[in-house]
Each structure stands twice: as structure tokens, then as C-alpha cells.
């Protein structure tokens, strides 16, 4: 039985509440009518041309993405520009789309960042930066079942996660032991200070840039392992879409995107630890 789009965006947002969302962010409802009906909703990380494909192919009411479609402000979405283009074409579909971005990130039990900790099987999980509610908050830090080194823990991320071009790569001893570790889906290098202070082991997020990584080698800290900011937060995907089929009674079928949106498709030159330099 079919439910209205308001219901629908309401038990979403208990779930994730738009409150947690970061200040600069952009959440909520992109286009569609709340009395509108919805019988199937699909769950993407990005809203891009392919996804929007596969809500037309596969009949969904809803798109649910955790990227926005517009993260600065806009003045006209004309269907002769990419992104405006993607709105027309859900509008003609009779598909709304809402985003959930930070607000997932932080949301307790069932966001972005829990589901990466579940993913890689850390148990007692809880946030690196809590909010007033201690179950929320900006990334995870908890224990694997048992002691892998890092060399090992970089083979179980990249087992444990969707498999990217760009695939999973460390930073520090590959023989280091690691028990504890901390998470932040997307890209989370500044939550290093909070994986130190927590005493983790390592800590695994997404763009990971040069310098800074240089630069945490040089003092004791965690490890760092940086894997695909796609491939990081798509484990909430499966979670944020059986919540809501719960939620609401199984009124609503909920179907995963089998699109993989991360940008990169291949590479070459791979090095297994540090060889000889190369110029520039």
C-alpha cells in the first residue's frame, strides 16, 4: 500500500535528523510533492545521470542519495544544465529526491558511520566527537574481534568494503598492530587529533591528502588507511533502506542502487611499499 511522500520524509528525518547537518550543508527535500504517493524508494550514495537511470527504470517514487545534487546556493535549474537537467528529468518521472549528508553522518544507531563500523566488524562503537546526544556524533572508534597488523586490517577493509579502482591504501608500519580503530565515512583527516586522543590504532576515512598524511607519520599517532570516499559511506545504504521499510511497515518496497558512482576507473603503477622515489 502505497504511502504519501510526507509520511515517507518524516520517518526519514526521525532517523536522521536535519538538526545534526553541518551549517554549510544541504539537506532535506530537493523536488516532490508531499501528497504525492510513494510505493518504492531507491537509496544511492550520489545523485548522478546513471542513478537517475535506475529510478526511472526501476519505477521509485523517492530517491534517497547521501550526496546533495546542489551544495552551494542556485538561482534556476534549466534542463540545458547537468544538474538541472537531473531535476527535470525526476520531475517528469513523478520521482521526489532527498538528501541526507551530514545528518547521516552523525545520526545514532543507523547512519553513515556506524554502518562503516559494522562493516569492518568493530564492536562497542561509539563517536570520536559525541554531540549533546552521546550516540551521535562525528565518526566511530571501537575494537576488532581480534588483533590484525595493518598490512592485514588494509586486506580486511578492502574485503569488508564495495571494491574501487583506487582500492585500499596505508599509511605507517604494515606491521604495526592495530585493535583500535576509528572510522569517519567521506572525508574525515581532520578527526585525526580525536582517533590520537582515543587512543586508536588507526584511523580509516577517505581523501586523505599528501601533507597532511606526511606529516602524521613524523609523531605518534594512529595509522592511517584511506580508502574510496564512495566506497565508505555505501554500507549505510542497506541500512538507511531496511530502517525505512521498517519504519514503516513494510508499506514501501525499498531497493539499493546497483549503480557504482565512485568517479575513478581504473589505475595503473602500483608500488607494494616504499620503493625507489620517482621524480617531480
Known sequence: MPVLLGEVLAALDARYPPALAESWDAVGLVCGDRDELVAKVLFAVDPTAAVVDE???TGAQLLVTHHPLFLTPVHGVPADHPKGRLVHRLVRAGAALLVAHTNADRAPEHGV?????????????VPLEPDADPRA?????????EPLTLREFTEHAAAS???TAGGVRAAGDPDRVVRTVAVCGG????????????????LLTSDLKHHPTSEALEVQGPA??????FASEWPWLPVAAEVLRTDLGGRVEV??????????????????GGGRHAAG
Open 55 to 57: 529510478v526511472l527504470e
Open 113 to 125: 558511520n556506524d554502518a562503516l563500523a559494522a562493516a569492518l566488524g568493530l564492536a562497542d562503537a
Open 137 to 145: 556524533g562525528l565518526g566511530r572508534v571501537g575494537r576488532l574481534p
Open 161 to 163: 568494503l564495495p571494491a
Open 187 to 202: 572525508s574525515g583527516g581532520s578527526l585525526l587529533g580525536a582517533a590520537a586522543a582515543a587512543g586508536a590504532d588507526v
Open 224 to 229: 592511517l588507511c584511506d580508502v574510496a570516499h
Open 255 to 272: 531497493v539499493v542502487s546497483g549503480r557504482r558512482t565512485d568517479p575513478w576507473t581504473c589505475r595503473a603503477g602500483q608500488e607494494e
